[in-house]
């Protein structure tokens, strides 16, 4: 893992607060400046509001807004894994050739982590090696903002399911035209070519309807999926979710 250099930023002007994913409160009032805000819609996943006496695992945590909101709700142990680097994204080959220095890019997860003087265990891992041998299961897995990214969702989706004891809570980005026109189908649209001068620049290759969802949780193995209702993240995407039952 990364170290983190002393001091700690103690003002919110410190640029190392800047260019984040995610928006965390870090402490004595300060934030980070974050592209995403998932803090107006933090109740709206499906996660219970009490972890009490359980473990729980952030899949694909990156700076780590998920793994600290678990473990504020009380999970007496919190993993948190991910990949190294932006460059070990499933990108397609043409877009990791031309990635340069920022395949290097890292997340803020170390500097969040010592800021908030938190216990989460980072782990790296990609959600293609994940298994009960690499980390063990949990009572409580999350994964937000995954599959959508990834070359083989249903791949990914089988290995949550093989580290999932108890619930599984996954969302993604939503089709909005699929959930009005054919919410019964289980549908998802691929690529993301409206929104790309480049195809395959921004890492977007599947767009669910809440109805595919469920399915493939059902193929991966989960006996109970209960969608929530839909909503959108502050500045991004309309999001669908879903808690899966062993």
């Given amino acids: 893992m990364t170290q983190v250099l002393e001091p700690l930023p103690t003002s919110q002007d410190d640029p190392r607060l800047q260019n984040w994913y995610h928006t965390i409160e870090l402490g004595n009032d300060l934030v980070s400046r974050g592209a995403y805000d998932h803090r107006p819609v933090v109740d709206r996943y499906g996660i219970p509001q009490s972890l009490g006496g359980k473990t729980a695992l952030d899949i694909g945590t990156f700076d780590g807004f998920w793994a600290f909101e678990l473990e504020r709700r009380g999970a007496d142990r919190v993993v948190a894994i991910d990949i190294a680097r932006i460059g070990d994204f499933d990108w397609l080959p043409s877009m990791r050739a031309g990635l340069g220095a920022a395949a290097d890019r890292q997340s803020n997860f170390p500097l969040a982590r010592a800021m908030r003087g938190s216990r ?52 993604t980005s939503l089709d909005e ?59 991004g995407p309309v999001s669908t979710s879903v808690v899966g039952r062993v």
Wanted: neutral net charge; aromatic residues 10%.
């Fill in 177 to 235: 035209g699929i959930e009005t026109l054919h919410p019964d189908k289980p549908w998802l649209r691929f690529g993301a070519r409206d929104a790309e001068k480049i195809l395959g620049e921004h890492c977007t290759y599947w767009i669910f309807g809440t109805k595919a969802l469920t399915e493939m949780m059902a193929y991966a193995g989960f006996s109970v999926t209960e969608p929530q209702e839909r909503f959108k993240i502050p500045g």
């Fill in 120 to 171: 989460v265990e980072r782990k790296i891992c990609s959600v293609y090696d994940l298994s009960p041998e690499t980390v063990g299961t949990f009572d409580v897995v999350f994964c937000g903002d995954v599959l959508l990214h990834l070359f083989n969702p249903l791949k990914a989706l089988l290995n949550i399911r093989s580290v999932t004891r108890g619930i599984a809570v996954i969302q």
